[in-house]
């Protein structure tokens, strides 16, 4: 499969636990980007990698939310301290090139208990 | 602050109807629009429109943008059962971040 994967697909935790979800993006795309979809809703920007560097964070991304990309590749998004606010489903997208389509992982689906 | 508006927010048909679904937006530098379909999973790439009038054909699906009135259609001509799911519209602004502004999404039913 040479689409986008995510891991894991789903994540059970306590409120005041910190989770992190990966991203591997498709293969040679240099723009990776993270939304986060709550039900009934489409999906809101949080932030985008070009390459290893991070252009760009939403207001949405509070200082509990941490994302890297290192050496370009793989992304991860980490939550610190969660609340029961973070329950949602986080996508990773992947893109390269003019123009720019971007092409969703399966997603990690996040409940706070 | 990019807006985009879906309407309507969820429709029901019969297998064998036609349907519009309809997108507007607000962009302050527009770069494209584009549309996805979400079945309980991420959302699949639809089409990709930049330029007004010129429309995107695949199977049953059809697309065309307007950039002077600032909307979008997406036809769904002979709908099946298969054609459920959530319809997402999403713009892209210029400059160099290129994220993603979505609507709310239109959910569609088709029941046999």
């Known amino acids: 499969d040479t689409g986008v994967s995510q891991d894991p697909r789903h994540k059970i935790t306590k409120r005041g636990q910190n989770v992190t979800f990966r991203c591997d993006p498709i293969?040679?795309?240099?723009?990776l980007y993270w939304y986060r979809q709550t039900l009934g809703q489409g999906p809101e920007f949080l932030t985008y990698f070009q390459n290893e560097a991070q252009l760009e964070k939403s207001r949405l991304l509070s200082d509990r939310f941490s994302a890297e990309r290192p050496k370009g590749s793989f992304s991860t998004l980490e939550i610190q301290r969660t609340e029961q606010g973070d329950s949602a489903m986080y996508l990773c997208a992947s893109s390269q090139g003019v123009p720019d389509t971007q092409y969703f992982g399966p997603g990690t689906r996040l409940t706070v208990l | 602050e990019d807006k985009v508006v879906q309407s309507p927010l969820s429709l029901v048909v019969h297998e064998g109807d036609t349907v519009t679904l309809n997108c507007s937006y607000e962009?302050?530098?527009?770069?494209?629009l584009l549309w996805y379909k979400q079945e309980k999973k991420a959302p699949t790439f639809l089409f990709m429109l930049?330029?007004?009038?010129i429309e995107k054909k695949s199977g049953r699906l059809s697309s065309i943008l307007d950039k002077k009135e600032l909307f979008s259609i997406l036809n769904i001509t002979a709908t099946q059962t298969g054609d459920s799911a959530v319809y997402l519209c999403a713009v892209q602004s210029g400059g160099s971040n290129y994220k993603l502004t979505f609507g709310k999404g239109t959910l569609l039913t088709v029941n046999p």
């Open positions: 962009v302050t530098n527009f770069r494209s």
């Open positions: 293969s040679e795309h240099n723009r």
């Open positions: 930049t330029s007004s009038g």
